[in-house]
Structures are given as structure tokens and as C-alpha cells.
């Protein structure tokens, strides 16, 4: 089946640094990545719909400076926290899709990446 | 705009026991839905989905929802709870015309399972 790679699965870092996560899909080509984030004891919410060889489209009240997102290759889309605080500490999780325009297509989801900033 | 309530932030059975999740949802549209589980420290995986069809749909290890119209639910049910089903659920829905792109989620529901 498909499977969608996202890497680090932990990441520890200090106030002000950069961090980037790179999410890939491994046996399909994704024109479109999705990017979510899980704060704890909530639900996901969508940050930005990551296209490839274009302009990632975010959704309102996330900072696309924050959050640089580059999705330079059918398989591989990045996502960088620019200028990390400790409230940026949270559950990354990108995902894709094997079929676009397939009906009711699920999303594949990574494996997450737990950042914490401190 | 699309809504999810999931009944219950933490649902606890014992093994062996009837497992019932509820979702419920608000849709201006007849939206896709889908159930996601997620184990501790891993990524979401995909229960079952419904898009069109029969409204009682099966999913991987035992599972399967009802879609009810006119009560505007996709329940997550299994017959009998075993150790591993201990995870976190959540409930998806999505518009038609996206495809499933855009998932508005639920808060999800903790299921703990007792021996």
C-alpha cells in the first residue's frame, strides 16, 4: 500500500532555531502534500496544502513566514519552522494522497514528527 | 462549513466487549467521512471510509460504521474490544468535491480497554 515517510520523528531544539521536516511519499508521486498539527489533547488541524513547483496554500491564522513550506519534487515536501518558539511545540504530521481525484481517495499519513522547543 | 463532534473524549471497555464511538456531523452537503486511528507515538491510519453506496461500510481489524442520514452519523462500532484496539479514533468528513483532500477532524476518542 502507500506509504508516506516523515522524518525526524523526534526533534528537540532551542528557542530561535530553525527546524525542517521533510515528509515523502514513497511509492507514488503526491502533486499535493497536506500539513497538519496536533496540539495536545486536541484534534488535527490543517496548516497548508503543500503543491508541488508552486506556492503552498495556507489556511487562515497560520503564518506562512513561520511555517516555509517547499515542495520541490513529486515525492518530497518540507516543512520549516523558522525561528522556533516553545509554543511551536507540537505534532507535525504530513500526508498525501495515491490517487488524486479518486473518489474519496483517503489521505496516507506519516508517522508524525514531535517537536519541542525549549 | 463542515463540523465534527465526537460524544466522549475517553470511552473505557472491557475485553471482549462491545466498542461504540459516536461521531456525529453538520455538513450543507452529504460529505465523505472517514475513521482514523491513531496509535501512541505513530501517524494516523485509515479505519473505513464512506463515500457513496452502502451505508454500512467495514474497515481493517474488525471494524465498520453505519452511516445514518437522517441522524447525521457515522458510528465506529466493533462486536468485541481486544487490548490492541487501545488507541486514540478520530472522525473525518470532507466535501465531495475535494475528494477527500481538505479532513475537518474531530477532537477524537481515547478507547481504553480493560483486561
Known amino acids: 500500500g502507500a506509504v508516506v515517510s516523515q522524518h525526524p520523528s523526534r526533534v528537540i531544539c532551542k528557542s530561535g532555531t530553525s527546524v525542517k521536516i521533510e515528509c515523502r511519499s514513497l511509492d507514488f508521486q503526491a502533486t499535493t502534500m497536506f500539513w497538519y498539527r496536533q496540539f495536545p489533547k486536541q484534534s488535527l488541524m490543517l496548516m497548508a496544502t503543500s503543491n508541488e513547483g508552486s506556492k503552498a496554500t495556507y489556511e487562515q491564522g497560520v503564518e506562512k513566514d513561520k511555517f516555509l513550506i517547499n515542495h520541490a519534487s513529486l515525492t518530497l515536501s518540507t516543512l520549516t519552522v523558522t525561528s522556533a518558539h516553545p509554543e511551536d511545540s507540537s505534532f507535525y504530521i504530513c500526508?498525501?494522497?495515491?490517487?488524486?481525484?479518486?473518489?474519496?481517495?483517503?489521505?496516507?499519513f506519516g508517522n508524525g514528527t514531535r517537536l519541542t522547543v525549549t | 462549513a463542515q463540523s465534527v463532534t465526537q460524544l466522549g473524549s475517553h470511552v473505557s471497555v472491557s475485553e471482549g466487549a462491545l466498542v461504540l464511538l459516536r461521531c456525529n456531523y453538520s455538513?450543507?452537503?452529504?460529505?465523505?467521512l472517514f475513521w482514523y486511528v491513531q496509535y501512541p507515538n505513530q501517524g494516523l491510519q485509515l479505519l473505513l471510509k464512506?463515500?457513496?453506496?452502502?451505508?454500512l461500510v467495514k474497515g481493517i481489524n474488525g471494524f465498520e460504521a453505519e452511516f445514518k442520514k437522517s441522524e447525521t452519523s457515522f458510528h465506529l462500532t466493533k462486536p468485541s474490544a481486544h487490548m490492541s484496539d487501545a488507541a486514540e479514533y478520530f472522525c473525518?468528513?470532507?466535501?465531495?468535491?475535494?475528494?477527500?483532500?481538505?479532513?475537518?477532524f474531530g477532537a477524537g476518542t481515547i478507547l481504553r480497554v480493560k483486561s
Open positions: 500526508s498525501a494522497r495515491a490517487h488524486p481525484g479518486a473518489l474519496g481517495s483517503p489521505l496516507h
Open positions: 455538513s450543507s452537503v452529504p460529505p465523505y
Open positions: 464512506y463515500t457513496t453506496g452502502a451505508t
Open positions: 473525518a468528513v470532507s466535501k465531495p468535491l475535494e475528494y477527500g483532500n481538505k479532513l475537518v
